[in-house]
């Protein structure tokens, strides 16, 4: 009986793929997020996957998702609400600008660790061609459509570009 050997993602190796990848994929993770109610880190996760041609699995991504929900619906999230009200409160403009940078660090730090969670739990298996991005979609209970599809196709060409020796 044969056993396929299963990979798994270097947390550090994922995070500077994600800080060389994100500026330009930017707009469509966040438009994500906010519609879908997709979360960026397991966008950025899968791409880097896809790029090395490591495959997962539906149990696997629903496994990998559940692993970082408490970390981002109790810290992440909030520290994103609140950068994002500062500009409502009677701060002046250096006060405001201190105030969201410190959110901004520490919402950082909570990004990358939700990115260690998802390192931990995801497996991999070497395949040909992965198409992990579209697992996600239906992990979304998503329809393909059109403007996915050319979403697909940005991240893909996105990530593409992204040098796997420098990370």
């Known amino acids: 009986m044969s056993t396929v050997a299963t990979q ?3 947390p550090e190796q994922l995070w500077q793929f994600s800080l060389a990848c994100y500026p330009e994929v930017k707009e469509l993770c966040l438009r994500w997020q906010d519609k879908y109610h997709a979360n960026v880190n397991v966008i950025l996760a899968l791409c880097y ?3 090395l041609a490591w495959q997962t699995n539906q149990d696997n991504l629903a496994a990998a998702i559940l692993e970082i929900v408490p970390l981002n619906s109790q810290v992440t999230q909030i ?6 009200h500062i500009a409502g409160l009677p701060l002046d403009n250096t006060q405001q600008s201190q ?5 901004l660090s ?3 730090i909570a990004e990358q660790i939700e990115q260690q969670l998802l390192c931990r739990q995801f497996t991999f298996t070497k395949v040909t061609t992965a198409d992990n ?3 996600y979609l239906q ?3 998503l329809t393909l459509t059109e403007a ?3 979403d697909l196709i940005d991240l893909r060409q996105v990530s593409a570009q992204i040098p796997l020796g420098a990370l």
């Open 139 to 141: 992990q979304l209970d």
């Open 49 to 51: 996957a896809e790029r």
């Open 99 to 103: 105030l969201k940078q410190n959110l």
């Open 106 to 108: 520490t919402e950082l």
């Open 148 to 150: 996915l599809s050319a």
């Open 79 to 84: 520290l994103r609400q609140c950068r994002q």
């Open 8 to 10: 798994q993602l270097n």
């Open 133 to 135: 991005l579209m697992l």
